[in-house]
């Protein structure tokens, strides 16, 4: 089974671009994406050099007092908080952070629901944001900072707690095949408390996202394949795709070794067709890398037929990390995916604030990276 191939052509990329220049280094990508090698020549991709692309590098400055957290260990430390104290509004301080339950058939979820400073009842974007293992909706909150993203950018922002009932480390259940169901188990909660949103305030349907981290990453891959009508683009961070597991052995196998080429297959036969964008670390020992790989193939798929061109953004973060951003763009420049490996990168959220758990300050800000990406996409007019 295949584990670091992507991972290993991105880098050959990477070296081509400093070697040779952007047309090796974009067909390496095209390469790594179809999973291809150039026929009649060898296996490396610095072989190749009949693409042309974009390619371009760019620096993200830290936060101040920031940098001198950065060292080779910080991607690897959990940051634990005592989520009890933890107040995701403090660094806002103006809109409204309020508890809500929905209940369904299928049981009954808390959530916690931002609603920017700004709102006087026009309709306004949605994001859905799916906490990781071990984490709470005031904890993802704070360490994704995304409450302050949605009070710049003037959007709602919603965040659906799992219970320690249905899993005792609080995970999202996006291995179990009733999990993974439209209309049953923790997918029909998720879409109802999203629903809720939209029924209760002037929400734009056509601009409605979901994202996570690690099992709320998984779990964001399977609303945007059982519920596609609802969401205009989707984002994964430390995730996995769509039907990588079907129980608790099989996702342990799947963290580690990535998805199985069967399972993988399985799963492209439930292509969402949909935006999306993918963070994930080089280094995270706990989601194998290569997960972002399979999600990235699971997703990208272009409904429309257009020719997607490449394009290789390199970059560092002042003080920080290194990282590559890979996107996929239609002949009319819709960025349809990007994909974001951060160098030296855990499992951890990157850019996030160290006043929730699992956060990397030293990576490129993810939060507005998403935010950015969403806002660029919206679905049509029904």
């Given at each position: 089974?295949?584990?670091?191939?992507?991972?290993?052509?991105?880098?050959?990329?990477?070296?081509?671009?400093?070697?040779?220049?952007?047309?090796?280094?974009?067909?390496?990508?095209?390469?790594?994406?179809?999973?291809?090698?150039?026929?009649?020549?060898?296996?490396?991709?610095?072989?190749?050099?009949?693409?042309?692309?974009?390619?371009?590098?760019?620096?993200?400055?830290?936060?101040?007092?920031?940098?001198?957290?950065?060292?080779?260990?910080?991607?690897?430390?959990?940051?634990?908080?005592?989520?009890?104290?933890?107040?995701?509004?403090?660094?806002?301080?103006?809109?409204?952070?309020?508890?809500?339950?929905?209940?369904?058939?299928?049981?009954?979820?808390?959530?916690?629901?931002?609603?920017?400073?700004?709102?006087?009842?026009?309709?306004?974007?949605?994001?859905?944001?799916?906490?990781?293992?071990?984490?709470?909706?005031?904890?993802?909150?704070?360490?994704?900072?995304?409450?302050?993203?949605?009070?710049?950018?003037?959007?709602?922002?919603?965040?659906?707690?799992?219970?320690?009932?249905?899993?005792?480390?609080?995970?999202?259940?996006?291995?179990?095949?009733?999990?993974?169901?439209?209309?049953?188990?923790?997918?029909?909660?998720?879409?109802?408390?999203?629903?809720?949103?939209?029924?209760?305030?002037?929400?734009d349907r056509r601009r409605v996202y979901v994202a996570g981290l690690s099992a709320g990453g998984a779990m964001a891959a399977v609303m945007a394949t059982t519920y596609p009508e609802l969401w205009a683009a989707v984002g994964l961070h430390s995730g996995l795709p769509y039907?990588?597991?079907?129980?608790?052995?099989?996702?342990?196998?799947?963290?580690?070794?990535?998805?199985?080429?069967?399972?993988?297959?399985?799963?492209?036969?439930?292509?969402?067709?949909?935006?999306?964008?993918?963070?994930?670390?080089?280094?995270?020992?706990?989601?194998?890398?290569?997960?972002?790989?399979?999600?990235?193939?699971?997703?990208?798929?272009?409904?429309?037929?257009?020719?997607?061109?490449?394009?290789?953004?390199?970059?560092?973060?002042?003080?920080?990390?290194?990282?590559?951003?890979?996107?996929?763009?239609?002949?009319?420049?819709?960025?349809?995916?990007?994909?974001?490996?951060?160098?030296?990168?855990?499992?951890?959220?990157?850019?996030?604030?160290?006043?929730?758990?699992?956060?990397?300050?030293?990576?490129?800000?993810?939060?507005?990276?998403?935010?950015?990406?969403?806002?660029?996409?919206?679905?049509?007019?029904?």
């Amino acid at each position: 089974m295949r584990t670091r191939t992507f991972l290993e052509k991105m880098g050959a990329a990477t070296e081509l671009l400093q070697a040779s220049g952007p047309a090796a280094a974009t067909a390496a990508i095209q390469l790594a994406l179809r999973g291809e090698a150039s026929a009649g020549a060898p296996s490396s991709a610095k072989s190749d050099i009949r693409a042309a692309a974009n390619v371009k590098t760019s620096s993200v400055q830290l936060p101040s007092g920031d940098t001198e957290k950065c060292g080779p260990q910080a991607a690897r430390r959990p940051m634990p908080v005592d989520v009890g104290i933890i107040s995701a509004n403090d660094d806002v301080g103006l809109g409204q952070f309020r508890s809500k339950t929905c209940t369904n058939r299928s049981g009954s979820r808390n959530y916690k629901l931002y609603i920017p400073n700004g709102y006087r009842g026009q309709a306004l974007p949605l994001i859905v944001m799916l906490h990781g293992c071990k984490q709470s909706p005031d904890d993802f909150a704070a360490g994704t900072r995304m409450n302050i993203a949605a009070e710049e950018r003037n959007c709602f922002v919603v965040y659906p707690a799992q219970v320690t009932t249905a899993n005792i480390s609080g995970c999202w259940n996006w291995f179990l095949p009733n999990d993974q169901q439209r209309d049953l188990g923790e997918p029909s909660i998720i879409a109802d408390i999203t629903r809720n949103v939209m029924r209760d305030y002037a929400i734009d349907r056509r601009r409605v996202y979901v994202a996570g981290l690690s099992a709320g990453g998984a779990m964001a891959a399977v609303m945007a394949t059982t519920y596609p009508e609802l969401w205009a683009a989707v984002g994964l961070h430390s995730g996995l795709p769509y039907g990588a597991a079907h129980d608790v052995m099989s996702a342990f196998m799947a963290m580690k070794n990535g998805a199985s080429e069967v399972r993988a297959k399985e799963s492209l036969l439930c292509r969402a067709h949909m935006p999306i964008i993918i963070f994930h670390g080089d280094d995270d020992t706990t989601v194998n890398v290569s997960n972002a790989e399979q999600a990235l193939t699971q997703f990208a798929a272009n409904a429309s037929g257009n020719t997607l061109n490449v394009s290789l953004t390199t970059g560092r973060v002042t003080g920080g990390r290194a990282y590559t951003r890979t996107t996929q763009i239609t002949d009319d420049g819709n960025i349809v995916t990007e994909l974001w490996i951060v160098q030296g990168g855990g499992h951890a959220w990157s850019g996030g604030s160290e006043q929730g758990s699992y956060t990397d300050p030293c990576g490129p800000d993810a939060t507005r990276a998403m935010v950015d990406f969403f806002f660029a996409h919206a679905k049509a007019a029904a």
